[in-house]
């Protein structure tokens, strides 16, 4: 088992910075993949970024050049640096890990984001 427990996220306005954090614990040993996705209201979860193997990243087209994921493994914590944001990154962002050889998908609480002026 794998606990995520996310903090950051609120309101910033238009071209504002916020940074999300997600402390793993537990079975962390086996996390092979690390990231967020996001839910806006009305819309499905989608990936925003993803660290894999603690070394790749990959980020959907809409954030690339904004936003920043990195991975702290002293602490077990995967951050989401967030720039330049814009109201259509309003969403709910939620944290994930995965244990490919489980078969495994672990979820953060969530976290809002809001862009607005």
């Known amino acids: 088992q794998v606990q995520l427990v996310e903090s950051g996220g609120g309101l910033v306005q238009p071209g504002g910075s916020l940074r999300l954090s997600c402390a793993a614990s537990?079975?962390?040993?086996?996390?092979?993949?690390m990231g967020w996705h996001r839910q806006a209201p009305g819309k499905q979860r989608d990936l925003v970024a993803a660290?894999?193997?603690?070394?790749?990243?990959t980020y959907v087209d809409s954030v690339k050049g904004r936003f920043t994921i990195s991975r702290d493994n002293a602490k077990n914590t995967v951050y989401l640096q967030m720039n330049s944001l814009r109201p259509e990154d309003t969403a709910v962002y939620y944290c994930?890990?995965?244990?490919?050889?489980?078969?495994?998908?672990?979820w953060g609480q969530g976290s809002q984001v809001t862009v607005s002026s």
């Open positions: 660290n894999i193997g603690g070394s790749t990243t």
């Open positions: 537990g079975n962390i040993i086996t996390i092979d993949e």
């Open positions: 994930y890990a995965r244990q490919n050889l489980a078969g495994r998908t672990y």
